[in-house]
């Protein structure tokens, strides 16, 4: 196990065990953005299985397409727009920050979704 923390990213071995403090050191406030992301990314799963279950069953299948093609969206476009910055110590916030962003947009999606059905192809 001890081998395996040689390949993770200096952000990542930062915080862990690092506690969340708004207005902390870097790792704190890296630590807090990790936290608010998996709290964002927690509801988005929890509104996606809503909206699926509201969802006729030929209306599921556009929608777990779309919700597959957003969450490998994120990813890329926050790893594009935090790019410059990756080697500062406050990257982690950086990145998950973005993510978090990403998520609450998509929320305001999947409103729309739950609400009106499927966008118009």
Not at 44 to 54: E, K, S
Not at 105 to 111: G, I, M, N
Request: charged fraction near 25%.
């Amino acid at each position: 196990m001890r081998l395996m923390l040689c390949f993770l990213p200096a952000w990542a071995m930062a915080q862990a065990g690092t506690a969340c403090v708004e207005n902390g050191t870097v790792a704190q406030t890296n630590a807090c953005a990790v936290k608010a992301f998996q709290e964002a990314d927690t509801g988005n799963q929890i509104l996606y299985g809503d909206v699926m279950r509201a969802l006729s069953a030929d209306e599921r299948p556009a929608l777990r397409r779309n919700q597959n093609e957003w969450t490998r969206q994120r990813a890329q476009h926050c790893k594009r727009a935090e790019a410059a910055l990756e080697d500062r110590s406050d990257w982690s916030a950086r990145y998950h920050d973005c993510l978090t962003r990403q998520i609450k947009a998509r929320d305001q999606e999947l409103r729309r979704w739950l609400h009106l059905g499927p966008p118009l192809q």
